[in-house]
């Protein structure tokens, strides 16, 4: 037998290698959009066949890519397709794709210019298109991080960093303890990861000054409490269920005279400040000093794709890279200055070729067709007798309930047996609800009557 790395380097200009996985990826990118959206229960017991130990001797590379394509495949949920509405859970733009694969193939790591010249200056450029997008300030810099979770996580530690450093405690060096205490206000409404981060940053949990929610989920404004120069407001361009968004304009006015840092978790909602008809829901969201941001979600960029902006760059950095760092900073981006890690794949290609292709005229459109995708839904769900709609659709999100909790959950488990398409349960003011989520570009109108016929069916079921 020949060595391992010889068998390598065959296997490496082995076209055929290659190609078998593209000919796999057409076979289901041709059917991902008609099939079932989530996995059969034969698919699911078949996923039995990876349960094996590790294999003892080195195998064809092409019967690995044949077993993760045959029982693979069908255990995917269809989250490429339009009739994926679970949690916010965005499709892929084509050019995305296809620049993923090109990208894979370039195996960068754009931490540093010297490693990756490509991934660092398409990360200046992507910087600067967002923050024009946006309309935040000029002096705003990005993070390319893999998600809202870990973007908060940064927004809010640059947030730490600079209160400490302006009461003379260097947060690097001096640690937590004995700190000045730094506040930390936010809506009963937050998202869990806000929640996550605060407790990750050893701010503590308990320390939340939680403020009542209105009938939409937003902050009341009016009960916000008086904040100083130590307080960190954690505000959100996006309500996980209802999808609506905060008083930007009020809150951060009030934050800024007291010197306060206005935190924005916009994972999905930020992207309707690109959107001519929907800007209005972020008025005033420039004013914040850091903000979170997908790109996996609204804007469907692949997975993992997430921002972190920040309108005080030193702060950031400094934040996530504790002073006296041997990695000297090179006239171009050094990316790894503005993310926790130190190594992570080139995610900006292909957030840069949907930009790029897209444009502002087709961001625009796009995000304007989820929202009108999702009027659609409540309009026709509305027209059926026992569905109601309990949130204004201000953007993407639909929460459709029936009469009673024990009705509105066995419609819902109904629906996903049905499997035409997927959605998840939530809890909306005291009561159980479906969580629509438009938030694929693939969506038509005839996606959404499917779903809405689904919806249809699945109650006749449960009323039989
Ligand atoms: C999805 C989401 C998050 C978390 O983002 P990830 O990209 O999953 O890490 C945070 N906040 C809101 C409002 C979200 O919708």
């Known amino acids: 037998m020949s060595n391992l790395q010889d068998k390598m380097f065959l296997e490496l200009r082995n076209k055929a290698l290659f190609k078998q996985v593209q000919d796999y990826s057409f076979e289901y990118l041709e059917s991902v959009l008609e099939r079932n959206v989530y996995p059969t229960e034969e698919a699911l017991e078949n996923l039995s066949v990876f349960d094996e130990a590790l294999p003892l001797l080195t195998s064809k590379p092409e019967n690995v890519l044949e077993q993760l394509h045959t029982y693979g495949s069908p255990a995917t949920t269809a989250t490429l397709g339009g009739r994926y509405f679970g949690f916010v859970i965005g499709s892929v733009v084509p050019v995305g794709l296809a620049a993923k694969n090109m990208a894979t193939y370039w195996d960068q790591a754009p931490g540093l210019n010297v490693l990756s010249p490509i991934g660092s200056k398409l990360e200046s450029v992507v910087e ?11 002096k705003t810099c990005a993070g390319f991080v893999s998600g809202t979770s870990v973007a908060t996580l940064c927004g809010l530690a640059a947030a730490r960093y600079r209160i400490l450093e302006r009461n003379n405690w260097d947060i690097n060096k001096q640690g937590l303890r004995n700190a000045p205490q730094i506040r930390i206000v936010t809506g009963t409404q937050a998202h869990s990861t806000v929640v996550k981060a605060v407790g990750m940053l050893g701010l503590g949990q308990e320390n939340i000054e939680w403020v009542d929610v209105d009938d939409q989920g937003r902050i009341r404004a009016d009960l916000v409490p008086e904040m100083d120069e130590n307080t960190i407001v954690v505000l959100q361009a996006g309500n996980v269920n209802s999808g609506s968004f905060d008083d930007f304009e009020t809150i951060c006015k009030k934050a800024n005279e007291a010197n ?6 916009g994972a999905f909602g930020l992207w309707a400040g690109a959107v001519e008809k929907l800007k209005h829901l972020t008025k005033g969201s420039e004013l914040a000093s850091s903000w979170a941001v997908d790109g996996h979600k609204t804007l469907n960029t692949p997975y993992d794709s997430g921002i972190v902006l920040c309108s ?11 002073s006296g760092s041997y990695l000297v900073k090179s006239k171009e981006r050094d990316g790894l200055f503005y993310t926790p890690e130190m190594s992570r794949r080139a995610r900006i290609i292909e957030l840069w070729a949907i930009m790029k292709y897209l444009g ?3 961001i625009d459109e796009m ?3 989820m929202y009108e995708r999702a009027n659609q839904f409540a309009d026709e769900i509305r027209e059926i007798d026992s569905f109601y709609v309990d949130n204004d659709v201000v953007f993407n999100q639909v929460l459709v309930r ?10 819902l488990s109904t629906i996903q047996e049905l499997r035409e ?7 909306w003011k005291g009561k159980k609800v479906m969580r629509v989520s438009v938030c694929s570009w693939t969506t038509t109108q005839k996606d959404i009557s499917i779903s809405v016929n689904s919806f249809k069916k699945a109650l006749e079921i449960v009323l039989k």
Do not use: N
């Not at 600067?128 to 000029?138: C, Y």
């Not at 306060?260 to 978790?265: E, L, N, Q, S, Y």
């Open 128 to 138: 600067r298109w967002l923050v024009e997008l946006f309309g935040l300030p000029e």
């Open 260 to 265: 306060a840092w206005v935190h924005i978790d």
């Open 312 to 322: 005080d760059e030193e702060a950031l950095k400094a934040a996530l890279h504790a």
């Open 360 to 362: 502002k005229e087709g």
């Open 367 to 369: 995000v304007l067709t």
């Open 402 to 411: 029936c009469d009673s909790d024990e009705l509105t959950e066995k419609v």
């Open 421 to 427: 398409c997927w959605l998840g349960g939530s809890e």
